[in-house]
């Protein structure tokens, strides 16, 4: 046997053995006029132990490779060389060898879990059904004549919603942009991934916030990217950090939330945010501004973007409707140089001939309204509200357990637990106890930090969820101080 295990990588032993006998049956090496080698030859002439080729044969049975016969060993099924001459594909290894990365196996968990009606949900990152504009949205299919062409719209978005786009970001938020150089995507998630895609290559080195939502994204991996981490304070990263970064590993991209960051809800200063421009500039470095939260801010005072100051064409500047009208809406944006735009919607064409026409439509008419501003003002206060209460009831429940500050906008608040507890058997008993959150090492290399989101419950579900939290908290503190 030619066959040796290499047993400095992370594929599995047993793994290694199925893939070489698959290989075998496919090449010929192995005929299935007879039995396959025995678990105990095998096992001897591999050096394993005979689990190991047990696990081996295993999973070849399961996907209709090999079958088991009493009394004469494994054989090659008879499926794939019978009279029908059908073989089951080996869908766990396609499966498996895919470039595009799944998510976390702990984020899949959470997401499982919190289809669950009973439970209190506050990990994902979405408002509230209450906070939908529902009402609005009927009065729109009631009232307004649907006069769309149904075919294939413009690769970058429906013309009518770009210009409603362009007029809202000049009204809310100061950014002076024509229709030509916005992206209409499929949230601020497919602009993330457009611009990795089309933008950089495998072996670019990129930065990004630590703690921060892009650190959970598998797509930088996937992309076969190097990231590298900017730690953050109370107010951001540090600018300097992006220079000494750059010196290091020539960094190609730098992603940041600046407005109620996701998961910190910290708000950068203008002085750090005028340097990262100056740093852009010098180093001639893109920057790519994620403002999902901005117009949440509850006194209505909404910080300069990075966008907004940016003379040179360095940032790129995703945002959505997402946070702040309906998560399933499904509308997004990117805004940039027109070179950019163009690139990045003629791959958006490719994978999806571009976005439906039906929540542009609404998309359009519902920000063009006097009731977006009504909206607008409704979940600034009812955000406030529920922040308001998060804060009370972590003080009630537990006191100095727990250390946090409070954000002036956003979704999210970031906690520190002042004792020691294993986050992830946190999660556990949190969940069995009905109440969801996120454990902080999802976002980064901290560890002892939670994030709760406030902006997808209720008040009254927010009291519950943190009396469930304290609950699990003390369960498991009190275990281990008894298994000391």
């Given at each position: 046997?030619?066959?040796?295990?290499?047993?400095?990588?992370?594929?599995p032993l047993y793994k290694q053995i199925a893939a070489y006998i698959e290989n075998g049956i496919s090449t010929g090496e192995f005929s299935p006029d007879?039995?396959?080698?025995?678990?105990?030859?095998?096992?001897?002439?591999?050096?394993?132990?005979?689990?190991?080729?047990?696990?081996?044969?295993?999973?070849?049975?399961?996907?209709?490779?090999?079958e088991?016969?009493?009394?004469?060993?494994?054989?090659?099924?008879t499926d794939i060389?019978?009279?029908?001459?059908?073989?089951?594909?080996?869908?766990?290894?396609?499966?498996e060898d895919g470039s595009f990365l799944p998510n976390l196996p702990l984020v899949q968990k959470i997401r499982t879990e919190t289809q669950n009606d009973e439970m209190v949900n506050m990990a994902s990152g979405e408002l509230a059904a209450d906070l939908f504009p529902s009402e609005q949205f009927?009065?729109?299919?009631?009232?307004?004549?649907?006069t769309e062409q149904l075919g294939y719209d413009h690769p970058q978005g429906n013309i009518h919603l770009r210009e409603t786009i362009s007029n809202h970001l000049y009204a809310y938020k100061g950014i002076t942009v024509d229709a030509e150089s916005i992206l209409i995507t499929s949230g601020a998630q497919q602009a993330l991934h457009?611009?990795?895609q089309c933008l950089l290559k495998p072996g670019d080195a990129v930065a990004i916030e630590d703690p921060s939502y892009a650190y959970s994204l598998p797509l930088f991996k996937s992309a076969g990217l190097r990231v590298f981490l900017l730690k953050s304070d109370e107010k951001g990263i540090k600018p300097v950090d992006i220079i000494e970064l750059h010196k290091k590993h020539r960094i190609r991209m730098v992603f940041i939330n600046p407005d109620f960051q996701n998961p910190t809800g910290m708000q950068m200063p203008l002085s750090r945010r005028k340097r990262i421009l100056e740093i852009s500039s010098e180093y001639g470095i893109p920057i790519i501004e994620d403002d999902p939260y901005s117009i949440t801010a509850f006194n209505g005072n909404i910080a300069f973007s990075l966008k907004r100051m940016d003379m040179n064409g360095n940032v790129l500047y995703i945002s959505s409707l997402s946070k702040i009208v309906?998560?399933?809406?499904?509308?997004?944006?990117i805004v940039g140089p027109k070179k950019v735009i163009q690139r990045l919607a003629d791959a958006k064409q490719q994978i999806d001939f571009g976005h439906s026409i039906f929540p542009q439509w609404v998309a359009n008419e519902f920000i063009g309204s006097s009731q977006f501003d009504e909206h607008i003002l409704k979940i600034r206060q009812q955000l406030e509200v529920r922040r308001k209460q998060l804060s009370k009831a972590l003080i009630y429940f537990l006191g100095d357990k727990i250390d946090f500050l409070e954000p002036n906008g956003g979704i999210h608040l970031w906690c520190r637990l002042n004792e020691p507890v294993d986050e992830f058997q946190l999660l556990d008993e949190s969940l069995n106890r009905g109440f969801a959150f996120v454990p902080g090492s999802i976002f980064g290399e901290s560890k002892g930090f939670v994030r709760?989101?406030?902006?997808?419950?209720?008040?009254?579900?927010?009291?519950?969820?943190?009396?469930?939290?304290?609950k699990a908290l003390q369960y498991l503190n009190e275990k281990n101080n008894a298994a000391k």
């Open positions: 046997m030619h066959f040796k295990l290499n047993r400095s990588i992370k594929t007879n039995p396959l080698p025995s678990e105990r030859h095998l096992a001897k002439e591999l050096q394993v132990n005979r689990s190991t080729v047990v696990a081996a044969y295993d999973e070849l049975q399961s996907i209709g490779l090999v088991r016969r009493k009394g004469s060993g494994t054989h090659i099924s060389w019978g009279i029908s001459d059908k073989r089951i594909p080996n869908w766990g290894r396609y499966v009927h009065s729109i299919f009631k009232e307004k004549p649907f457009l611009i990795v309906a998560s399933g809406l499904r509308i997004g944006w709760f989101t406030y902006g997808r419950s209720t008040p009254a579900d927010i009291w519950e969820g943190i009396s469930r939290f304290s």
